[in-house]
């Protein structure tokens, strides 16, 4: 009976678990496993080749470390524009005014767009000939301004990082509300009994109790920026000449430009870990944080 | 002594210049989206000249040939074949073991769901390359099934966390009262369990919902076959083929935006929700 039961129980979570097993655990062993090979992806034979795809990494691909540096980048902007403009706007929206919930529904529409529905569309906005943007720059008399956005490579990463950001204020702005408004509005008002003005309470009471939230805003966007890749095909591909590349981008190029599955699973495995690396120190620096 | 008309004139201020900013950024959000809707309405000679966000003549029949000649149609169709059977899929199975992560009693419990929770947090930037590999041998590449059980798999995690953390604030008395009437597991699962979770489950629906429906790379590595190609995947093809037939480029991509769009705007609150808790997870 109790054996009859438990098998029972494991009926509700064998199909949970049957297909995390085949389409996650098994694919996660892979990558690890064709890190060390050289393989088209098609031949049956896969030629072992120890550490050579990640020595390549890291002391051949200059590309892949150019790609990393972009993606830096993209990610410095979004940490800094991005989130100011999140947390000012949550900072604006945590009062007594009109319309706020007509805010937070707008706000929120970039995020829920697809990628490739925002990046061609800013594409077309963007279009050095016929784009709207360079159309009111002339329209202005400011033609002078007027720029091959996605097309030169000493505007098209930051233009990218700024179209990125538009995209993704609108998520750090719901947290950082969130977050807002689990500050007791008590606090507030005693503070301002004993005399302290806006500046005051927004230094001692917002800032201290935001830390916490600051720091998952801030993880989430470093996970999330760093590994961006579809609003980046969906404007420029990668280029003008490798300007707009990004890690995951060049992952896929090796395998579907270049055929080289073992090498791209490498970069992905040397990816991953820089990832989890910078999850894990911001999550010790805000242990710390939060104790001081 | 400052007056009160002193203190009411700085907070209407106040207020003003708040609002000032918040609707400048509220139009920046709107603004593109009607660009594209404007741009969707011109014809091939108009969008380049003309700068107008209403444009003179309205042309609509580019939606009709973006429906028909540029397959947008059978691709919309695709598109919701596949995020109706991700997301039925998803509550199925998901509900299934979130309600025995937090109800049922088996060896491995806490282990198999640590493991769900970890691969949540565990990146892994590369692994569309190996599930290409994978359906490959599988023979799953290339097929409407392959890219459903793969998108099952994707939203799976962050659903069960967030039915689990349900159902264990959820007080046991009326699954007890059904199982003293003689329910079975499955029957109080299905006739208790998944009712109560209703709310919840609208959170994981949505939320499922816009992942398949924006789903861009998975798509880009299963597919080969036009046939099959869900919106965002047709989309880039249909960039790359004709790159300067916008006023048709904008109606596909209004075709594909709008959906979503009404979809948030009905069920915003659970968007909100499920973004929330997200967080509140991190």
Known sequence: ?292 | MKTSLYYKTKKVTTNLLIHFFLITVAITCIFPLLWMVSSSLKTQQTIFKDMSLIPRELHFENYYLAWQEGGFGRYFLNSILYTVAVVIGIIIISSLAAYAFSRLKFPGRNLLFYTFMAAMMIPIPGSFVALFVLLNKLHLRNTAFGYILCMINVGLATSIFLLKTFFDKFPRELEDAARIDGCSKFGVWWHVALPLAKPVLAVVVVFNALNVWNEYVLALVIFDNKNLMPLQRALMMFQGEFITRYPLLMAGLTITALPIIIVYLLMQKYIIKGVTSQAVFG
């Open chain 1, 1 to 292: 009976m109790r054996v009859k039961s438990t098998l029972e129980n494991y009926l509700f979570v064998l199909p949970a678990a049957g297909i995390f097993a085949i389409f996650y655990i098994i694919p996660f062993i892979w990558v690890f496993q064709l890190g060390l090979y050289s393989w088209d992806g098609i031949l049956p034979t896969k030629i072992f080749v120890g550490l050579a795809n990640f020595k390549e990494i890291f002391f051949e691909d200059k590309i892949w470390w150019g790609a990393m540096r972009n993606a830096g980048y993209i990610t410095l902007i979004a940490l800094t524009l991005q989130n100011a403009l999140a947390f000012l706007l949550a900072w604006a929206c945590d009062r007594e005014i009109r319309m706020k919930n007509f805010y937070r529904m707008i706000f929120f529409i970039p995020p829920v767009l697809s990628e490739v529905v925002v990046g061609l569309v800013w594409q077309w906005i963007l279009d050095g000939n016929y784009g709207l943007l360079n159309g009111w720059l002339a329209n202005l008399g400011l033609a002078q301004w007027s720029h091959n956005w996605l097309s030169d490579p000493a505007t098209a990463l930051t233009t990218i990082a700024i179209v990125h950001s538009w995209k993704g204020f609108g998520w750090g702005f719901l947290i950082f509300l969130a977050g807002l408004q689990t500050i007791p509005r008590e606090l507030y008002e005693a503070a301002r009994v004993d005399g302290a003005n806006a500046w005051a309470s927004f230094r001692n009471i917002t800032v201290p109790l935001m830390i916490p939230v600051t720091v998952l805003v801030a993880i989430l966007t470093i996970l999330g920026t760093m590994q961006a890749f579809v609003l980046i095909i969906a404007m420029t591909d990668g280029g003008p000449a490798y300007h707009t590349q990004v890690p995951v981008l060049r992952i896929l190029a090796s395998m579907r430009g270049s055929s080289r599955f073992g090498y791209a699973c490498a970069q992905g495995i040397s990816f991953g870990v820089i990832l989890m690396a910078i999850s894990f120190i911001q999550y010790r620096f805000s242990k710390t944080a939060r104790q001081v």
